[in-house]
C-alpha cells in the first residue's frame, strides 16, 4: 500500500488507508474507520478524547493508523502506554504492521520497566554471596551472551531469587554505574531521551515521566 501521507488531509490519507486495506488484507470492522476519524480529528485539534468501543472493532489499528500517519507529517515522537506487558507486545506487532503496509520505516521502542531487567552489579554481587547457584549461573551465562530482559531469558527463575537481580529504584545509580554500557535498560533510556520515534510504555512509566516533569526533573522520554 502506498499512500502519499503528506498530500491531503489527514481524515483523508486515514480514510484512504482503511480504504486500501479493505481491498487486501485488512478486514472492515463496524466502527473502526468511524473511531480511527475520531482520533484523527483530535490529532490535528490537539484536544483530548476518551472514546468508548466495544470487542472485536479492532480498536488498536483504529488509533495506531492516525498516530502513525501523522507521525510523518510532525515528526514528533509518538508515546502509547498500556497496562500489561502482553498489550504492549502487540501493539509493538500492530505497529510494525502498519508501517510495512504503508512502506514506511520508523523506530520503534518497546519500553518496558526496570524491574524487568538483569541489573549486572546486582547479579555479579548475588553470584559471590552464593556461586554454586545453577539459576544464577544459567543467568550469568546468558547476561554475557547480552541477553537481560527477563522474558528473553526463558528460565524460570523464582521472585525471591529475580528481586534481588533484577534493576530497582532503591539506591541505583544508572548514571554511574560500571555496568552501564552493557546494560540494555541504560541502553533503553538513552534512547527515549534521544530518538524521534514510536515509545510503547506502560501507564506507571508514563505518569512517572509526567510527575518528574512537573517537579522540575527531565523526566524519562
Known amino acids: 500500500m502506498k499512500l502519499i501521507l503528506e498530500e ?23 466502527g473502526q474507520v468511524e473511531m480511527a476519524l475520531e482520533i484523527s480529528d483530535a490529532v490535528t485539534g490537539k484536544y483530548p478524547l476518551a472514546v ?27 508515546i502509547i502506554a498500556t497496562s500489561t506487558i502482553a498489550l504492549q507486545e502487540q501493539l509493538e506487532k500492530d505497529l510494525h504492521n502498519i ?9 520503534v521502542i518497546n519500553a518496558m520497566g526496570m524491574k524487568n531487567y538483569v541489573c549486572g552489579r546486582r ?15 544459567i543467568i550469568n551465562k546468558k547476561y554475557v551472551a547480552g541477553i537481560t530482559e527477563r522474558k528473553e531469558l526463558r528460565t524460570n527463575i523464582p521472585e ?17 554505574c560500571a555496568y552501564r554500557y552493557e546494560c540494555r535498560y541504560y541502553e533503553m533510556r538513552t534512547r527515549l531521551r534521544t530518538a524521534n520515534c514510536f515509545v510503547i510504555c506502560n501507564q506507571n512509566m508514563l505518569v512517572s515521566h509526567l510527575i518528574n516533569r512537573n517537579m522540575g526533573g527531565a523526566g524519562i522520554f
Request: glycine share 6%; with cysteine.
Open 52 to 78: 468508548e468501543a466495544g470487542v472485536g472493532i479492532g480498536k488498536s489499528i483504529a488509533y495506531l493508523v492516525p498516530l502513525v500517519i501523522n507521525y510523518f507529517r510532525e515528526r514528533r515522537q509518538v
Open 160 to 176: 525471591a531469587v529475580w528481586s534481588g537481580i533484577c534493576i530497582n529504584s532503591f539506591g541505583e545509580r544508572c548514571n554511574t
Open 8 to 30: 491531503s488531509s489527514l481524515d483523508d490519507t486515514v480514510q484512504q488507508f482503511f480504504y486500501n486495506a479493505e481491498k487486501s488484507q485488512l478486514e472492515r470492522r463496524e
Open 123 to 137: 547479579l555479579k554481587n548475588r553470584i559471590r554471596s552464593v556461586p554454586d547457584d545453577s539459576i544464577l549461573k
Open 99 to 107: 508501517l510495512t503496509m504503508l512502506g514506511v520505516k520508523a523506530e
